[in-house]
């Protein structure tokens, strides 16, 4: 399962390189493409904008930080994904996801020192976003699943464990 964790985030990482590359050429900065909308309201558009920040722009021109910070990471999910290359399946793929994410976004600040964002979701006033980002988010979300379900299997098999020996 390891090896198919590192074909994951390749692939996921090619994916984020790939839509970011068409946004690049496709897209003129700042133009906002409607991609759905009922009547007068609109719900999710393209945009293509820069951010040389962390999420939601914190951190702003502070790339001799977010350059080293992911790679930090990064290798960190790697030496963990490799730990628990026998374990489950769901934690295996939520760190690839995270990894994925951070590699694409780290590939634009190393070439650009900025990300390129475009996925707007117009209902609520939340930042543009990526690929990448969703990666992260959703990566996150399954490893915390993933702890949630496998520390309840072992505090059932701890009290099964327990209860045994004392009879």
């Not at 962390?54 to 790697?78: D, N, Q």
């Not at 475009?118 to 992260?136: L, M, S």
């Not at 996150?140 to 993933?146: D, E, G, P, R």
Request: glycine letters at 6%; aromatic letters at 10%.
């Amino acid at each position: 399962m390891f090896a198919l964790s590192l074909v994951l985030c390749a692939v996921l990482i090619v994916i984020d390189q790939v839509i970011k590359a068409v946004v690049d050429n496709h897209i003129e900065l700042g133009e906002i493409i409607e991609v759905v909308k009922f009547g007068s309201v609109k719900i999710f558009s393209l945009t293509h904008i820069r951010n040389t920040g962390a999420a939601w722009s914190i951190m702003s021109g502070k790339t001799w930080f977010l350059i080293p910070l992911p790679i930090i990471v990064c290798i960190a999910g790697f030496l963990y994904m490799y730990k628990i290359r026998n374990g489950h399946k769901l934690e295996l793929i939520s760190i690839a996801m995270i990894i994925a994410g951070g590699v694409g976004n780290l590939i634009d600040r190393i070439r650009m020192k900025e990300v390129i964002d475009y996925i707007r979701f117009e209902p609520i006033n939340f930042p543009i976003f990526n690929f990448a980002d969703i990666c992260i988010v959703v990566g996150a979300i399954f490893f915390c699943t993933s702890m949630l379900l496998y520390d309840n299997k072992n505090s059932k098999a701890n009290k099964l464990d327990t209860s045994s020996e004392a009879e």
